[in-house]
């Protein structure tokens, strides 16, 4: 079964610095994952996602996520922050057989001016 | 990207009433589509998987006859809470899927139900 964990459940970075919100996942077969960004009292919005080839995946507003199989990792960076991106930030397995999408707890991102 | 349109955004209702909830897709059709329930500060827990022209598939504990869920067109799936409690006071947020597409799923705006 697939599964996703989120270390973190609150970060703190100051504008400008580096963002590190880190997932790791546990899945059977070769996993689909991706990162999803929520603002207040919104829906999520996709920022990117991996499924096959490139393990360094762009996204929008210049976060880019790293796959590293033998680390289970997807951890989503930006190499500097800003104020707009403070909002929940939530990682994904895409279920293998159920083909559902399985959410880590989330991570919320604060920036401090 | 595709668009997904919940509605009502914010919806207040009386205890012991029912309130239906829209998700459509615009531009794109869903033959599937998903509910999640978000209680606050937490994530998002899977409801029910919504599937064109059938039965919808509940997940364990989701209670079916209180969320009522009909998917009667390619672009349009309904959530109704029925009999709502406080308890039920909730963001509902619903998710599609284009038709053969696995890889992404998009997400409505979500729905914030208050029942008093």
């Known amino acids: 079964a697939q599964s996703v964990t989120q270390l973190g459940s609150h970060v703190s970075v100051s504008e400008g610095a580096l963002v590190l919100l880190r997932c790791n996942y546990s899945s059977s077969v070769p996993p689909y994952l991706f990162w999803y960004v929520q603002y207040p009292n919104q829906g999520l919005q996709l920022l990117l996602k991996y499924t096959t080839g490139a393990t360094l995946v762009k996204g929008i507003n210049g976060f880019e996520a790293e796959f590293k199989k033998s680390e289970t990792s997807f951890h989503l960076t930006k190499p500097s922050a800003h104020m707009s991106d403070a909002a929940e930030y939530f990682c994904?397995?895409?279920?293998?057989?159920?083909?559902?999408?399985?959410f880590g707890t989330g991570t919320l991102l604060a920036v401090q001016p | 990207g595709a668009v997904v349109s919940q509605h009502p955004s914010r919806v207040i209702c009386k205890s012991g009433t029912s309130v239906k909830i829209e998700c459509r897709s615009l531009d794109f059709q869903a033959t599937t589509m998903f509910w999640y329930r978000q209680f606050p500060k937490k994530s998002l827990m899977l409801m029910a998987t919504?599937?064109?022209?059938?039965?919808?598939?509940?997940e364990q504990g989701v209670e079916k006859d209180k969320f009522l869920i009909n998917h009667a067109s390619l672009t349009l799936s309904t959530l109704t809470v029925t009999s709502a409690h406080p308890e039920d006071s909730s963001f509902y947020i619903c998710?599609?899927?284009?038709?053969?597409?696995?890889?992404?799923?998009?997400f409505g705006q979500g729905t914030r139900l208050t029942v008093v």
């Open positions: 919504s599937n064109e022209g059938s039965k919808a598939t509940y």
């Open positions: 998710s599609a899927r284009v038709t053969g597409v696995y890889t992404e799923a998009f």
């Open positions: 994904a397995v895409l279920g293998g057989a159920t083909n559902k999408l399985i």
